[in-house]
T-cell receptor, first 114, second 112 residues
C-alpha cells in the first residue's frame, strides 16, 4: 500500500554499522507496527507503537534494536551494530485504531548487511 | 514444527483456472484467519478476513476455514495474470490483535 511510506527501499550496511529505517503511516493513523520478514520465513511481529509510546515490543530482539514514533515525524526502527543475520525485509504497517484488524502495510525496506 | 505451514510454490496455472491455496496450522486456539496478497517488491494487502469456521466470498475470492482439520483455503475463480503474486495466510487468537502469525507465502503465477 503506497500510502504507508517507508524509506529507504533498499539499505546496504557493513557489519557493525547502524541502520535506520523510516516509516510514515497513512494520514490519520496513529498506530504503527513493525514486522520483519527473514528469507524462507513468514512475517514476524516486532513492535507496536503509538505516538510517543511503545505499546508492545515483545517481538523485538533485546539488544541492538530500538524503535520510536515521535510526536512529529516518522517512526524509526534503529538497528545498531548490524550483523549478517539482520538482513531481511522490514515492513511497517499502520492502523487508525488500536484494535483494527486491517493493517495497511508499506512496501518495506530491504536491509542487506555485507 | 512451524505454527503455520504453507507450500511455497511456485504454483503455475493457465488463465481462467480455479486456484486453490492452503495453509495448515497447529494451534487450535486460532480464531481469526486472513489472506494477504503481496506483489513483488510491495507490502502485503489484505484480501480476506474470516472468523472461526465456514466460508466467506468476495467477488472471485472465497476463503474457507476448517477448524476441525486446522486447515484454511483461498480459492480464486477465473484467475487472471494480474493475480500473479505471493499469497500469505495469517491467523491470530483474538480480534483486533496485531500479533498475526504469518505463513511463508505461496507464489502464484497465472499464465496468459
Amino acid at each position: 500500500n503506497a500510502d504507508v511510506m517507508q524509506n529507504p527501499r533498499h539499505l546496504v550496511r557493513r557489519r557493525g554499522q547502524e541502520a535506520r529505517l523510516r516509516c510514515s503511516p497513512m494520514k490519520g493513523h496513529s498506530h504503527v507496527y513493525w514486522y520483519r520478514q527473514l528469507p524462507e520465513e513468514g512475517l514476524k511481529f516486532m513492535v507496536y507503537l503509538q505516538k510517543e509510546n511503545i505499546i508492545d515490543e515483545s517481538g523485538m530482539p533485546k539488544e541492538r534494536f530500538s524503535a520510536e514514533f515521535p510526536k512529529e515525524g516518522p517512526s524509526i526502527l534503529r538497528i545498531q551494530q548490524v550483523v549478517r543475520g539482520d538482513s531481511a525485509a522490514y515492513f511497517c504497517a499502520s492502523s487508525p485504531w488500536a484494535t483494527n484488524e486491517k493493517l495497511f502495510f508499506g512496501s518495506g525496506t530491504q536491509l542487506s548487511v555485507l | 514444527q512451524k505454527e503455520v505451514e504453507q507450500d511455497p510454490g511456485p504454483l503455475s496455472v493457465p488463465e481462467g483456472a480455479i486456484v486453490s491455496l492452503n495453509c495448515t496450522y497447529s494451534n487450535s486456539a486460532f480464531q481469526y484467519f486472513m489472506w494477504y496478497r503481496q506483489y513483488s517488491r510491495k507490502g502485503p494487502e489484505l484480501l480476506m478476513y474470516t472468523y472461526s469456521s465456514g466460508n466467506k466470498e468476495d467477488g472471485r475470492f472465497t476463503a474457507q476455514v476448517d477448524k476441525s482439520s486446522k486447515y484454511i483455503s483461498l480459492f480464486i475463480r477465473d484467475s487472471q495474470p494480474s493475480d500473479s503474486a505471493t499469497y500469505l495466510c495469517a491467523m491470530t487468537l483474538t480480534s483486533g490483535t496485531y500479533k498475526y502469525i504469518f505463513g511463508t507465502g505461496t507464489r502464484l503465477k497465472v499464465l496468459a
